[in-house]
């Protein structure tokens, strides 16, 4: 039997370890963190005692790589999947505005959707309409070298449509600027979400905390398949013998017994254990703040389970019962603030759009992940590496690698499976 040592718990090392141990290859997986899932996690509130999420995470029907790994590990039902898009904004007259694809069938429900979107004008929906009939046929080429946001005006979208839908779903989706995002990543995710069937532009939530939904079922599925889990253990060094890794040294062990090693952790962390250049990796990342904002008060009046924020540097807000945990993303302008600053700022704005006595509020919490993904910008695109290295037997995964979609789960999920694919084919 054919041993494996992944490094790092998050969803790609996981997703990693879940097929490698179903092929019945023996895997120990390092993470360094007393808890499983990286950057997707979710802990007890203290003061409330309710589970909330390291931030919030919402997944799309077009996330095939993740759907087919809840489905391996058996948590598909912790999740809750719409049958139709259904998207519900609001604006700061404290109207709602819907895209809502639940009439007619595909593809003319989403074409409905958008010329039903009123907070966009005639013209605009139209000039809408007529870019994403137009998607199929843009040249990949044109787009490498392009932002976001030039490529949208080049394609007639004005600044209203701009603000009313194409910064909330590419902030949301880039995590960062407009500007300074790849237009072939966003062409991409487009041609996803509106191209691949109805189920594609559809929204997925998860029903419990993130550790809950989906890290403690790949934890049971590894196990159940002999797999090994060591938390709080940190690799911090490799030893390298003709262009092959001999040992893995952490900071309460070392390691020498294993065929394949898999990096599943971010590029920073592998620059602390050894120059990235040395496995040809040539990209250097830079990376944006999420900020999460959970505000507990009794009588929350709002129905849906989550609405986007018009024109706002709130973009998000989740309905949960009796607390609203409203999103910031590209939030690095928020970095150098106190909390109580960002509190303020946030019920502020947040006032603008919904009925809130501040007096209810209960209690409150700011969460920032300060490197929360990295920028994907068009100079990285083709530089984002494999998952083979310049070592035979060392492997890399993570959201980062070149999965040809942005930092999300989803890419995580995906380097995992590839990775895990790789290591197979060589046996
Ligand atoms: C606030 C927030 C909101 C997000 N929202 C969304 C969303 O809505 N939709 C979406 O799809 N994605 C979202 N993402 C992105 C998504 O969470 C990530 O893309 C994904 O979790 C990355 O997984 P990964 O396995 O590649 O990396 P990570 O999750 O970073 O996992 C790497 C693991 O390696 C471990 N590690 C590092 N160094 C070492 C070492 N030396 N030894 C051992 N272990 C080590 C780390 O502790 C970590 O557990 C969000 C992220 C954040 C932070």
Redesign the pocket.
């Known amino acids: 039997m054919k041993n494996c040592l992944v490094?790092?718990?998050?969803?790609?090392?996981?997703?990693a370890a879940s097929i490698l141990t179903s092929k019945n290859i023996s895997v120990t997986l390092?993470?360094?963190?007393p808890?499983?899932?990286?950057?997707?996690y979710s802990f007890k509130d203290q003061e409330t005692k309710t589970t909330i999420?390291?931030?919030?995470?919402?997944?799309?029907g077009c996330?095939i790589e993740?759907l087919s790994f809840l489905k391996q590990i058996g948590a598909e039902n912790n999740f809750v999947f719409q049958q139709n898009l259904k998207l519900i904004f609001l604006s700061k007259d404290k109207n709602k505005y819907q895209l809502n694809a639940d009439k007619l069938f595909y593809p003319l429900n989403l074409l409905c959707a958008i010329l039903n979107y009123d907070v966009l004008t005639l013209s605009e929906k139209l000039s809408f309409i007529g870019f994403i009939l137009r998607l199929p046929f843009i040249s990949q080429r044109t787009l490498k070298t392009k932002n976001v946001l030039d490529w949208l005006i080049q394609n007639n979208q004005n600044e209203n449509s701009i603000k009313m839908f194409w910064e909330i779903l590419g902030v949301?989706?880039l995590?960062t600027n407009l500007k300074n995002a790849s237009a072939l990543l966003f062409h991409n995710i487009l041609m996803q979400i509106f191209f691949n069937g109805n189920y594609s532009s559809t929204i997925v939530l998860p029903k419990f905390g993130l550790s809950e939904s989906i890290v403690e079922p790949a934890e049971k599925y590894i196990f159940k398949n002999g797999g090994k889990i060591i938390t709080s253990?940190?690799?911090?060094e490799l030893k390298i013998l003709n262009e092959k890794v001999i040992e893995v040294i952490?900071d309460k062990s070392s390691y020498k017994d294993f065929d394949f090693v898999i990096f599943?952790?971010?590029l920073f962390?592998?620059e602390?254990?050894i120059d990235p250049t040395l496995l040809g990796v040539n990209v250097d990342l830079t990376y944006s703040t999420?900020?999460?904002i959970h505000i507990w008060i009794d009588d929350v009046a709002l129905n849906e389970k989550f609405y986007g924020l018009l024109d706002s540097p709130l973009h998000w807000i989740f309905i949960k019962y009796n607390h609203i945990n409203i999103?910031i993303?590209d939030a690095d302008y928020l970095d150098e603030k106190s909390k109580v600053e960002v509190y303020n700022i946030a019920i502020m704005e947040l006032q603008k759009f919904i009925d809130i006595d501040e007096k209810k509020i209960k209690h409150y919490k700011i969460?920032k992940?300060k490197?929360?993904?990295f920028i994907p910008t068009k100079e990285i695109l083709d530089l984002r590496p494999s998952c083979k290295t310049k070592f035979s037997n060392l492997f890399l995964?993570?959201?980062?690698?070149n999965t040809g979609l942005?930092?999300?789960?989803?890419?995580?999920a995906k380097?995992?499976r590839l990775v895990a694919e790789e290591i197979i084919k060589t046996l």
């Open positions: 490094i790092g718990g998050g969803i790609a090392g996981l997703t390092l993470e360094a963190s808890k499983l899932g990286g950057r997707t999420d390291n931030g919030q995470h919402i997944l799309m996330y993740t949301g989706a995590n253990e940190k690799v911090k952490t599943a952790t971010p962390s592998i602390k254990i999420i900020l999460n999103v993303s969460i992940e490197r929360a993904t995964a993570g959201d980062w690698t942005p930092s999300t789960i989803e890419s995580a380097s995992g």
